[in-house]
């Protein structure tokens, strides 16, 4: 069984910085991928960014040039560093991971509010 565990979220100011990372366990094999999608309220959970074993990465086109993502491979973890924030980016944030190209495991997300 994997763990999927998310640092604590926060609330900031718009055009504020915000960190989180998230950082996979357990009996997690051949990682292909990890990432970030978020959920805000009456919306669906989307894509926000997510990097692949090789170190490509793909972003959502409304965080592109805000956001960026990176991974310490030999630990399992991916951090999403996350600039000039606005309100509408405020949502639950939830860390993916992809293993063996077909199981997903999700983190329990975490809470990210920019305020106006």
């Known amino acids: 069984q994997a763990q999927v565990v998310e640092s604590e979220g926060g609330l900031v100011q718009a055009g504020g910085s915000l960190r989180l990372s998230c950082a996979a366990s357990?009996?997690?094999?051949?990682?292909?991928?990890m990432g970030w999608y978020r959920q805000a309220p009456g919306k669906q959970r989307e894509m926000v960014a997510i990097?692949?074993?090789?170190?490509?990465?793909d972003y959502a086109d409304s965080v592109k040039g805000r956001f960026t993502i990176s991974r310490d491979a030999a630990k399992n973890t991916v951090y999403l560093q996350m600039n000039s924030l606005k309100p509408e980016d405020t949502a639950v944030y939830y860390c993916?991971?992809?293993?063996?190209?077909?199981?997903?495991?999700w983190g329990q997300g975490t809470q990210v509010t920019v305020s106006s």
């Open positions: 993916y991971v992809l293993s063996r190209g077909i199981y997903t495991y």
């Open positions: 990097i692949t074993s090789g170190g490509s990465t």
């Open positions: 357990g009996s997690l094999v051949s990682v292909n991928a």
